[in-house]
């Protein structure tokens, strides 16, 4: 902040708090606010860039794969090592085969 602050201590020290209360530092936020305003630049793109289009959201369901409902089927189970990965070779032979 050019010509404010001659270093960056002064601007920390200008919003240090004795006390920790909740409204002291609303205030103080609120007087960093008021202080950091004519400084800060906000635009939409829409008010840059006239040619722009709406945003459009696209939702696009896909079904997983045998693994990943091996996996699913073992967290609604609670089964977490099979799902760790630390469970015996049987038992995850056993899952698979349940596919």
Do not use: C
Request: aromatic content about 8%; proline content about 4%.
């Amino acid at each position: 902040m050019p010509k404010l602050f001659d270093s960056p201590e002064e601007f920390t020290n200008l919003f240090q708090s004795t006390t920790s209360s909740k409204e002291e530092q609303t205030q103080i936020v609120k007087q960093i606010h008021r202080l950091l305003r004519p400084f800060m630049l906000r635009r939409i793109k829409k008010e840059v860039e006239q040619s722009l289009p709406d945003k459009k959201e696209i939702y696009i369901y896909i079904g997983m794969v045998k693994h990943q409902k091996m996996l699913y089927k073992n967290i609604l189970l609670k089964n977490v090592d099979v799902v760790n990965g630390a469970g015996e070779k049987q038992q995850m032979l056993n899952v698979l085969m349940q596919l």
